[in-house]
Nanobody, 121 residues
Framework: VQLVESGGGLVQPGGSLRLSCAAS????????MSWYRQAPGKERELVAR????????DYADSVKGRFIISRDNAKNTMYLQMNSLKPEDTAVYYC???????????????WGQGTQVTVSS
């Protein structure tokens, strides 16, 4: 399993960024995907999650109404559209999934290497 994030960078408050997570090595369309973030000195937190077919999403309260998670199963890629960015959104953003060999087996989590998002004027 390989997860590769891209799209991070420096943006001014109120700006937008779109993160991408390219997935390989597993049946992408069969598993839920998530975005997490970790700010300096803080624990990693869940930002958003999308189910396997993209029909259901969940968001942390701190990003509701500003961020949109989506996925393209034909491209094995997940996205995070981030709008109205705030300085407190500054963090390393990680792509995450968990897979299992078959029903009844334990789940194995996988993480990307992360992409830095910095919101500053």
């Amino acid at each position: 399993v390989q997860l590769v994030e891209s799209g991070g960078g420096l943006v001014q408050p109120g700006g937008s960024l779109r993160l991408s997570c390219a997935a390989s090595g597993f049946t992408f369309s069969s598993y839920a995907m998530s975005w997490y973030r970790q700010a300096p000195g803080k624990e990693r937190e869940l930002v958003a999650r999308v189910n396997s077919d993209g029909s259901s999403t969940d968001y942390a309260d701190s990003v509701k109404g500003r961020f949109i998670i989506s996925r393209d199963n034909a491209k094995n890629t997940m996205y995070l559209q981030m709008n109205s960015l705030k300085p407190e959104d500054t963090a390393v953003y990680y792509c995450n999934t968990k897979t299992r060999r078959a029903y009844g087996y334990s789940w194995t989590p996988y993480w990307g290497q992360g992409t830095q998002v910095t919101v500053s004027s």
